[in-house]
């Protein structure tokens, strides 16, 4: 979560910097700093339609463009997101979600599983951050979704640590199962995440001492953190 906000704050700083350089005017002589500056500089909040017109049109081909969403209205993020669903690559999918999360939209997760619909590596793990950022239990169904659609280890790793942030005992029993991967690094993580949700110490310590003598560093270390001071 704390990531996700300091990449907005990172994102926004950007876009209100370019906005004291430039303006639609350069728009498309140079596509990203123009329109991103003239979003940041107040016309996607004055005309958020028109904005969302442009990016429904040029973010596919140019989704660096797509950072400009994160000053719409959380009902016209969601409207872009219908239009762009399927049309755009991993950066894409990256700045959409990033755009959902900031306006924490009541169709938040509803336009998540629209974007989560089309595998996209990298995108899937912003689709991830975006949903423990949200924190709502019926999320995480939608995280159990991208973790098992996808054939990436590191997304699968990233889906395990996200659920650490939801307080839930299907989150517990979710990361529970992940132990028997056979990825130490997988392993490790749920371990962690388990530590997170505050699994109840008696159970906490059984599952941390069966990997106590793990031949992975991580996967030891955490094991052995986990058997003598859970949290």
Not at 139 to 162: C, K, M, N, P
Not at 215 to 227: F, I, K, Y
Request: glycine share 10%; net charge positive; hydrophobic share 45%.
């Amino acid at each position: 979560m704390k990531r996700l906000i300091l990449v907005s704050i990172l994102a926004l700083s950007l876009m209100f910097s370019l906005g004291a350089q430039a303006s639609v005017k350069n728009f498309p002589n140079r596509p990203v700093e123009g329109l991103v500056a003239w979003a940041a500089g107040g016309g996607g909040t004055k005309a958020p339609a028109r904005l969302v017109s442009l990016l429904d049109r040029h973010g596919p081909g140019q989704p660096d463009l797509l950072l400009a969403a994160q000053v719409l209205p959380a009902t016209c993020v969601s409207d872009l997101v219908k239009r762009l669903a399927g049309r755009v690559d991993w950066r894409g999918t990256a700045h959409l979600a990033m755009a959902i999360g900031f306006t924490s939209s009541s169709t938040g997760l509803e336009d998540l599983a629209s974007l989560a619909a089309t595998p996209t590596g990298w995108g899937d793990v912003y689709l991830l951050r975006a949903l423990e950022a949200m924190r709502r239990p019926e999320g995480l169904d939608l995280l159990i979704y991208i973790h098992g659609r996808t054939r990436h280890e590191f997304v699968r790793r990233q889906a395990v640590r996200s659920a650490g942030g939801f307080s839930s005992e299907k989150a517990i029993q979710f990361c529970t199962s992940q132990l028997d991967s056979k990825d130490g690094t997988a392993v490790a993580q749920a371990l962690e995440s388990l530590v997170r949700l505050r699994c109840p110490k008696s159970e906490l310590a059984a599952l941390g001492k069966k990997f106590a003598d793990s031949d992975d560093l991580r996967t030891r270390v955490n094991g052995l953190l986990a058997s003598t001071s859970p949290s």
